[in-house]
């Protein structure tokens, strides 16, 4: 299991190496001189040359490269074009609420996906099974900003349930902030748990058929114990694996659902980088995001050799 650990992180250490020197190289090419976003447009030719050799542009890449990544190894993300401040800085104010939408997504998700899948596989082609299978297609069929801006107008401006423009503050008013939040978040469930309920109900379905449940059910088990202890915990490997990787797409995912909620995440964020052209501030997002996927890849493929050799011990 160490050398698996082992493995595994330098495989992680080796992608992530890669996507930083891919990413840098592409924004670098991208029509869009910092020198000229941070002075502005009127800036003299000569004010431009000047701040562009203090900042280095004129280095070869990969020099500019090296004492980049080695500023980020000491924590330095650099300092943000357009708001002026540091970017971990930025991150790190707009990460909890982004990282809040994320977990309660993927708890719900993962909950109430694996709930209709394994219904789904118990009643297989079957009415329940159908109707099911139909929500499912439909979940995916919807898209997240026409079903967030539905939500937010009878939710929010009629029935004035969540407020329209929330205020949100998880420090200091973190079970009402929470509460505002369960809006978003129930428009992200619906659109996100559709692959759950699909990857359950097949695993569920496998699971039944297996032949450890034939002996467990020699061993004189109930029905339902059966299924719970040895059918659900087998085909939760799946759905769990699905579930990080949503979790993972969230943290950088969440970009469509801020903006018709009107949320400081990092999504937000991410798309002011973009429509700003400040390089710096999407450079550390983009490995920001990057090492959140590659981290929970890794601790989910861990779990993964856990559970799956815990189910065939216990079988």
Partial sequence: MLKYIIRR?????GVLFAVTLLTFLALKVIPADPATLILGID???????QLREAMGLNRPLLVQYWEWITAVLQGDLGTSYYYGSAVSDLIRSRLPLTLTIALLTTFFSLIFGTFLGTFAALYRRRGLDYLIRLFTQLSGAVPSFWLGMIALTYLAARRQWFSVHPDIDLTNRFWGSLYQLLLPTMVLTLTQMGPTIRQTRSAMYD????????????????ERRRIIRYALRSAMMAPLTLSSLQFAHLIGGTTVVETVFSLPGLGRLLLVSVEQRDLMLLQGLILFITTMVIVISVVTDILYQYINGNTEEGV
């Fill in 43 to 49: 800036a003299t030719p000569e004010s431009v040359a």
């Fill in 207 to 222: 699971a039944l058929e297996a032949d450890y449940m034939m002996s467990a059910r020699m061993k004189g088990l109930s």
């Fill in 9 to 13: 992180l330098l495989q992680g250490v």
